[in-house]
Nanobody, 122 residues
Framework: QVQLVESGGGLVQAGGSLRLSCAAS????????MGWLRQAPGKEREFVAA????????YYADSVKGRFTISRDNANNTVHLQMNSLKPEDTAVYYC???????????????WGQGTQVTVSS
């Protein structure tokens, strides 16, 4: 079983940046596709970004394309989400997710962490 632990959330002003990290542990953590989901108050959890297990392909929701960058370091079993030009509507709990397919991550992921709060003030 893979365990995921997120970090890096916080409070930032609109236009600012944050970098989220996800530490994965477990024997097969490097073979999962990884991604980020988010859930704002009163809304359903939504897909943000995904990266294949090799790191060769990345995918983004239209709402974050051009502002967020997902990356992974398989040697250290970590996944990062660099978030630039943050907007108040980016405020949400962000979850690291893992699945055997990118499609699976888009639909919620097979595994996820406890989440980290990101708050963007206007």
């Amino acid at each position: 079983q893979v365990q995921l632990v997120e970090s890096g959330g916080g409070l930032v002003q609109a236009g600012g940046s944050l970098r989220l990290s996800c530490a994965a542990s477990g024997r097969t953590s490097s073979t999962y596709h990884m991604g980020w989901l988010r859930q704002a108050p009163g809304k359903e959890r939504e897909f943000v970004a995904a990266i294949t297990y090799s790191g060769g392909d990345t995918y983004y929701a239209d709402s974050v394309k051009g502002r967020f960058t997902i990356s992974r370091d398989n040697a250290n079993n970590t996944v990062h989400l660099q978030m630039n030009s943050l907007k108040p509507e980016d405020t949400a709990v962000y979850y690291c997710a893992a699945d055997w397919s990118v499609s699976g991550i888009r639909h919620g992921g097979r595994l996820w962490g406890q989440g980290t709060q990101v708050t963007v003030s206007s």
